[in-house]
């Protein structure tokens, strides 16, 4: 909303009296890129603007810094102490109560990244003890809130591409299992940039108490 309205008012500036004047934008030089392998095939184009001065000028301004800000190094710690009323997804065998064995996930950029626990095999009551922390480094870019992160587009690219994501943290619930597949049983994401309150107990750490404290950001 404040870029749409800044630009709003760039674009009606000379109406703005007293100090409204009329912009004169750049003017901008536009270059096509060429390749040896394929001649004469366009492969993007490159653009710029040329600021031109008299070698008899009194004084000339510096040259405009146009390089791409740097994102800074962080670093997220997330402590998981219990899980709570988890699904108990398995029947025992030989009593037939439902158990789970539970391992939470978390990552930043994706699953490819993600940290998991230690299990906590048959849990009766849906209940989850670790006691375990993930540390998340990241390269984070402030201007535009978002995560960077280099990566190959495939196995047989030779450059990586920088890619930027959204700031959200993502921790999963899982049921291991040592025959098949482990079992997907939930999962809660929250926006870095408009993280809520820690509670004060446990007892006041739910979904709740988390809605409340992002509308108090807001």
């Not at 890129?33 to 004084?59: C, H, N, R, T």
């Not at 800000?69 to 439902?98: H, M, Q």
């Not at 375990?132 to 591409?161: C, G, H, N």
Request: charged fraction near 30%; aromatic fraction near 10%; proline fraction near 6%.
């Amino acid at each position: 909303m404040e870029e749409n309205l800044a630009l709003e008012v760039l674009k009606h500036w000379s109406e703005v009296k007293p100090a409204g004047c009329a912009l004169v934008p750049e003017h901008v030089e536009t270059r096509s890129l060429y390749s040896p392998e394929k001649p004469g095939v366009e492969q993007g184009k490159l653009q710029m603007w040329i600021d031109m001065f008299p070698l008899d000028a009194p004084s000339v301004p510096k040259p405009v810094d146009i390089s791409p800000r740097k994102p800074i190094a962080y670093e997220l710690r997330v402590t998981i102490w219990n899980a709570d009323e988890v699904i108990l997804e398995e029947d025992d065998f030989f009593t037939g109560e439902k158990s789970s064995d539970i391992y939470i996930k978390g990552f930043l950029t994706g699953p490819s990244e993600s940290q998991s626990t230690d299990v906590h095999y048959r849990s009766l009551t849906g209940e989850g003890n670790f006691n375990w922390r993930f540390i998340l480094p990241f390269d984070y870019l402030l201007a535009e809130q978002k995560i960077v992160m280099k990566k190959k587009e495939s196995i047989f690219s030779w450059d990586e591409t920088e890619v930027k994501l959204p700031a959200k943290l993502t921790l999963q619930v899982w049921d291991a299992d040592h025959i098949s597949a482990d079992d997907f049983l939930g999962s809660f994401s929250e926006e870095l940039t408009r993280f809520p309150r820690g509670a004060k107990s446990m007892e006041r750490c739910d979904l709740d108490n988390a809605r409340y404290a992002n509308s108090e950001s807001i």
